[in-house]
């Protein structure tokens, strides 16, 4: 099995639970998982995925990068195939990393994890399991991230001005009026989610000096970093993965409002945001950034009333590997 095909039946098993309410490969911390998984009682699970054939070496890697898991979360466990498994079973003997066995489509938990004493996890509760996503241009996110960067003196010894940062960043762009508050707030969970500052140690990620080492004037490839951070890092790509199949299963929709209607109950079936979650607001945001970054098309009318959107393919297949 590949990398790709246990995950993929992980998931799926454990989409199928009634206690599960989010499923994803998306999460806010380092070191990321292959798999999040948080039940109703808010409990959170992580789980690393190994494929068949993989050397003895790369399996006990995997062991350890469940190990870590335990920085975030409050059980932690291995998938891997079960044939690998009967060859290494004597090195995966910890008894506080839980182990799954995938066979195709079959999944079994063959060992509940036993939690370590004396580690204390910073568990953060998750809505959504995608980035969180308002408004923003990507010049603002330059912008902010910018602001940051050059003000990082002071935000490292005063925390409590980086709101008061992202706020000069914003306005050097954009002549915003009102809500500082709420607006400050939405930047900081979406540069958060696409892994471009660290507000546990409040710098910049290397993948945020990556962007600020770029031309901000060249929009291609402006577009082209932002697509990888939605889609890789922010899990956007699952929600092409459902427009496709609504475009596979629809020739065409009556308006742009029945669409977002089915893409919403969509996203709520697959578990990848909890049932409290207005999906069709984020859906808002979400499909014109799409649009800005050339990941779907403008609504195509194919009458005065129906039309779809179409996944331009061409700009996101060298993505796809990520996955």
């Known amino acids: 099995m590949t990398h790709s095909e246990v995950i993929q039946s992980v998931s799926n098993w454990f989409k199928l639970k009634p206690d599960v309410e989010i499923v994803t490969r998306f999460s806010y911390s380092f070191p990321v998982p292959d798999i999040q998984i948080q039940y109703t009682d808010g409990t959170?699970?992580?789980?690393?995925?190994?494929?068949?054939?993989?050397?003895?070496?790369?399996?006990?890697?995997?062991?350890?990068?469940?190990?870590?898991?335990?920085?975030h979360s409050d059980k932690a466990y291995?998938?891997?195939?079960?044939?690998?498994?009967?060859?290494?079973?004597?090195?995966?003997?910890?008894?506080?990393?839980?182990?799954?066995?995938?066979?195709?489509?079959?999944?079994?938990?063959?060992r509940d994890p036993v939690k370590p004493k004396g580690i204390k996890p910073k568990i953060e509760k998750i809505k959504r399991g995608y980035a969180y996503y308002r408004d923003l241009k990507i010049n603002e996110i330059y912008s902010v991230l910018l602001e940051l960067k050059d003000s990082s003196y002071t935000v490292q010894n005063d925390p409590k001005?980086?709101?008061?940062?992202?706020?000069?960043?914003?306005?050097?762009?954009?002549?915003?009026?009102?809500?500082?508050?709420s607006n400050v707030l939405n930047t900081k969970l979406l540069l958060r989610d696409l892994k471009l500052f660290d507000f546990s140690m409040f710098q910049v990620t290397e993948i945020g000096k990556e962007l600020l080492a770029m031309d901000v004037g060249d929009s291609e490839k402006l577009k082209a970093f932002f697509r990888k951070q939605f889609l890789?890092?922010?899990?956007?790509?699952?929600?092409?993965?459902?427009?496709?199949?609504?475009?596979?299963e629809y020739d065409w929709f009556e308006s742009t409002n029945f669409f977002v209607d089915l893409l919403s109950k969509k996203i709520l079936q697959e578990k990848l945001a909890?049932?409290?979650?207005?999906?069709?607001?984020?859906l808002t945001d979400i499909i014109r950034i799409f649009k800005e970054l050339e990941i779907i098309s403008s609504w195509k009318?194919?009458?005065?009333?129906?039309?779809?959107?179409?996944?331009?393919?061409?700009?996101?297949?060298?993505?796809?590997?990520?996955?």
């Open 44 to 71: 959170i699970l992580q789980i690393e995925c190994k494929p068949s054939n993989a050397t003895r070496r790369e399996y006990l890697t995997g062991l350890g990068q469940t190990i870590a898991f335990y920085r």
């Open 78 to 110: 291995l998938a891997l195939p079960s044939k690998e498994f009967s060859s290494m079973e004597d090195f995966l003997w910890p008894n506080f990393v839980g182990i799954i066995l995938v066979d195709g489509s079959n999944v079994a938990v063959f």
């Open 161 to 181: 001005k980086v709101d008061d940062v992202i706020w000069n960043g914003l306005q050097k762009i954009r002549n915003w009026k009102s809500s500082p508050k």
């Open 232 to 248: 890789i890092d922010g899990n956007y790509i699952d929600i092409i993965g459902i427009i496709q199949e609504l475009n596979d």
């Open 274 to 282: 909890t049932q409290r979650t207005n999906v069709k607001r984020d």
């Open 301 to 323: 009318r194919f009458n005065n009333k129906n039309g779809k959107y179409f996944i331009l393919w061409k700009n996101i297949l060298n993505l796809i590997k990520f996955r």
